[in-house]
Each structure stands twice: as C-alpha cells, then as structure tokens.
Nanobody, 122 residues
Framework: VQLQASGGGLVQAGNSLGLSCIVSGVGSRNYHMAWFRQAPGQERELLAASRRSGGDPYYSDSVKGRFTISRDNAKNTIYLRMNDLKPEDTAVYYC????????????????WGQGTLVTVSS
C-alpha cells in the first residue's frame, strides 16, 4: 500500500486549501482513510477519518466545521478541504490508511503517506 499526499503550500489566514492523497497498490474502498497533522514540537493529531463502509466521518474538535474529508474510490483518492485556515493549522499533513476497527485512533493506521507541508501566514 502506497499513499502520496499533495496540495500543501503557503496560504494566508482565512483562505482555503485542498489536499489530495492518492492510494496505490490496493483499492481505497477497502480501507478506512484519515488525515493527520503534526506541528513542530507537537504530537501527531488525527483530524478527520472516513470509514470504508461510509457513514458520517469523524472530525477532531480543532477542525470540525472548517475541514471536510471526502473520498473518490473510483480514483483511489481521498481529499481534505480546509476552509478558514488559521496560523495554528500550520503543520505537516499526512494521509493514512487502515483496516483496523479503530478507525478513529492513530493506533489503527498502518499505512502512511510522506506528508505535505501547510503553512498559514497571519
């Protein structure tokens, strides 16, 4: 399983940015998919997760209402739409895949992309 995240960059506070993650080697429909981030000096944080069976996604309190996770299994791609970005959203963003029942916890995720840097200026 290989994941390739892209879409990071420099954006001003209040603006939007979209990330993509292409899954290869397997079909994304068979995996729970999630987005994490890690800011300098901080632990990695689960932001949003999408179950392979569908249903309501999970969002952390820090991004609920601003970020949206979606997936296109036909393209083996997951997305993270980020609106109303804030300087505290600056971090390296990672996509991850899991077949573990613990789809709302980092421990459940076995496969990781390389990360893409998002920098939000004030």
């Amino acid at each position: 399983v290989q994941l390739q995240a892209s879409g990071g960059g420099l954006v001003q506070a209040g603006n939007s940015l979209g990330l993509s993650c292409i899954v290869s080697g397997v079909g994304s429909r068979n995996y729970h998919m999630a987005w994490f981030r890690q800011a300098p000096g901080q632990e990695r944080e689960l932001l949003a997760a999408s179950r392979r069976s569908g249903g309501d996604p999970y969002y952390s309190d820090s991004v609920k209402g601003r970020f949206t996770i979606s997936r296109d299994n036909a393209k083996n791609t997951i997305y993270l739409r980020m609106n109303d970005l804030k300087p505290e959203d600056t971090a390296v963003y990672y996509c991850a895949a899991s077949q573990n029942v613990q789809w709302r916890a980092e421990v459940g995720y076995k496969y990781w992309g390389q990360g893409t840097l998002v920098t939000v200026s004030s």
